[in-house]
């Protein structure tokens, strides 16, 4: 496996989008798969310069996963930056430490890029996320509406080990 960066794969831009849109973006009222479209297209083409960035795990030539590192990752929040997002792993690739791998690429990336703080949300893997050195921060509205105690917000400081 190997991660790359999306603009040295932009043909991967809409199985990201698919993957963030049939995960997240669905549930949400007024989504639009061609938004979703849009914005991993425009990251592909912009990951040199600000957030939002994308990476994609690659497996015998193939998308397995994707992640991505954004300045705002939630409408509540904009105070926070930034955050690791979009974090995804194909069903045929899951339990083989792929989403692990992805996570720890963002963090040594926000590091290199200066940043004190990442941020996340999660309403399912916070395991997964205590393990690479998150905590547990607090809790944040459930965007779509559909999980009525909201989710789990969670930081990690990047100027510890």
Known sequence: MKIVPLSDHPE????CA???FGEWGSQILGCKIEDSINRYQNTAKNME???????????SDLPAGMISLKENDHED???LAPWLASVYVHTDYREQGIASNLCNHVIKQAKK???????LFTHTASKLYEKIGFEKIGAV???SGRRTNGEILMCKNLKEN
């Open 12 to 15: 991967f831009a809409e199985t």
């Open 141 to 143: 509205r459930d965007t």
């Open 113 to 119: 890029d200066g940043w004190d703080k990442l941020y």
């Open 77 to 79: 929040h904009k105070d």
């Open 49 to 59: 310069r600000n957030l939002p960035k994308t990476w994609v795990a690659v497996i």
């Open 18 to 20: 698919a993957w963030s």
